[in-house]
Structures are given as C-alpha cells and as structure tokens.
C-alpha cells in the first residue's frame, strides 16, 4: 500500500511563488512516475506536470517555463516549484503516483496513475 502525502499549498498573490511536496510511503518509487495535477472548481482534473524514473519531465503548455517538477529518490519525494503564478493556476492540487514505467506521451493522462494523494489548496489572488 502506498501513501501519498501533499504540502505547501496556500494563498499567494499573483505574481508569487510556491513549493508544493508530496512524500511517498509505502513502497520504493525510484522507478515510477510521479506526476502532479489539479482541479478547479467545475473542471475536469488535469495534467500540470509529471517526471519519470530516469528524470524525464512533462509539462502541460499552460506551465511551462513557470513551474518546475523535480524529485528526491532518497526522500520519496516529488516536488512542484510555482513561479510566476497567475490566478487561473487556482485548484486543489494532487500528486499521483504510476507504478509502471509510462512513455513520456502518457504521463498525462489521468487513468495511469494507481495512487492519489488527498489534494491541496493554491489560490492565486489578483
């Protein structure tokens, strides 16, 4: 069983930043995908980034350049550094983790993906 554990969730400014961890427990992730992603209110959850087990990384067009996925092999942990935040990167953010090795081009997708953690709050105010 494995448990995933956000943080760092908050209001901000826009303009700001933040630093969004997930602690995994459970089960040695070092070869998985860890991906995060989010949910407004009356919208489906999508895709904000994901990194694979060789330090790949993903990001979707609304993000990039702004936000910055990186991952501790020794911490079990998987972090998301927002810069530059606009208030449309408002939701509840989640990480999710996918315990077999997905190509690049699927990492977004949100069937992959066997394990959620609770979800965080961002807001961004203008």
């Known amino acids: 069983q494995v448990q995933l554990v956000e943080s760092g969730g908050g209001s901000v400014q826009a303009g700001g930043s933040l630093r969004l961890s997930c602690a995994a427990s459970g089960r040695t992730f070092r070869l998985y995908v860890m991906g995060w992603f989010r949910q407004a209110p009356g919208k489906e959850r999508e895709s904000v980034a994901a990194i694979r087990w060789n330090g790949s990384t993903y990001y979707a067009d609304s993000v990039k350049g702004r936000f910055t996925i990186s991952r501790d092999n020794a911490k079990n942990t998987v972090y998301l550094q927002m810069n530059s935040l606009k208030p449309e990167d408002t939701a509840v953010y989640y990480c999710?983790?996918?315990?077999?090795?997905?190509?690049?081009?699927?990492?977004?997708?949100?069937?992959?993906?066997?394990?959620w953690g609770q979800g965080t709050q961002v807001t961004v105010s203008s």
């Open positions: 999710a983790l996918a315990i077999k090795p997905l190509y690049l081009g699927a990492v977004a997708g949100t069937g992959e993906y066997d394990y």
